[in-house]
């Protein structure tokens, strides 16, 4: 089987879905690995170092006419998608949640659509495979570094002939993998830490690292399912934003990183306490999307400043920024989920596999994921990628 690394369109994207050390995993296990000339480029993997490590550089159109499996980290562009032929596989966050007509495109030609971001988060049995949190991980620590540098004091108590520089009190809404990396990357900063989040459970993670946990009274647990902070009601939503402005107008730095899959980023930060905050303070909103993001006014990849001085960083994709380190954890996650549905050299699909069910959006001809085959049921007219 010829598993094919393909070099990414998306505007500003600087990772490669497999790097050189993995390839010789994949060649143990019988797999030909196929490089596009420059795939490994944006993060710093030459392609000289992939022909080391056992693959094959090719150009892009040698490269799709002869490979099975197609390995990406984002969705394919339109173009990329006019080059698949039926039969073949793509394996990437597809983000079928958000947009099923790609999904039901890649059916139409009878491309089998393997999305690691549908991947069951509980199972232990899938943890190296978790690429939504590896590059949560890469995000929340360079969340931090970002607001760092937009932040016009110093992080840590700094105690100098010049004075007393008091620490930078800083919050995270959102406390799953990426704002418990923020939390301890501000803490080793030297920044006075809190966090908060509508599961209880995070309560110990928060502390364990040395932040304080915010406790609201006016919204019940909100723990979902797979690992996930369930949608809150309208009147829940509208009760935490009149409590959590109390406490975001008393922090200079405040991080979002609350998201729900297939919808839109709960708004967690209103105009109201935008216009709370102190000018110099500083929102990086890891939410920030098209849909909208957790703070209002935020313009995903575009840095603002309001009115009254309060920078607001819309950071819609982090891990891009860190290149060489987010490649490398999302190498691993996507050799794991691969060499998982290889049997005998070959791609076997199985939905009645736990793992599988959760990824494998689309297989001969046909949408199989429940999820995104009920959001093409109730939008028939979507519009379809071919």
Known sequence: MKVAVVKENAPGERRVALVPETV????????????????GDGAWFPDSAYSEAGATILKTSDLYEKADVIL????PDKTALGRLREGQAV??????????????????????????DGLPRTLSRAQGMDALSSQANVAGY????????????FFPLLITAAGTARPAKL?????????LQAIGTARRLGAQVSGYDVRPASKG???SLGA???????????????GYARELTADERAAQQAELTGHIARHDVVITTAQVPGRRPPLLITEDAVKSMAAGSVIVDMGASPLGGNVAGSVPDETLVTENGVTIIGAQNLPSTVPTAASSAFSRNMSALLLHMVAEGELKIDTGDEIQAGVVIAHEGQVVHPAVAKLLAN???GEEVR
């Open 91 to 116: 394996f990437g966050m597809l983000a079928p949640l958000i947009d099923p007509g790609l999904a039901a495109g890649l059916a139409g030609k009878n491309v089998t659509a393997v999305s690691l």
């Open 171 to 179: 919050l995270v809404l959102g406390t799953g993998v990426a704002g």
């Open 212 to 226: 304080t946990f915010i406790e609201l009274t006016s919204v019940a647990s909100a723990a979902g399912e797979g």
């Open 205 to 207: 993670e928060v502390e």
């Open 24 to 39: 010789p995993r994949l060649t143990k296990a019988g797999l030909e690995v196929l490089v596009e000339a420059g795939a």
């Open 72 to 75: 990406t980290v984002t969705r």
């Open 142 to 153: 360079k969340a931090v570094l970002i607001a760092a540098a937009a932040y016009g004091r």
């Open 379 to 381: 939008s028939p007219d």
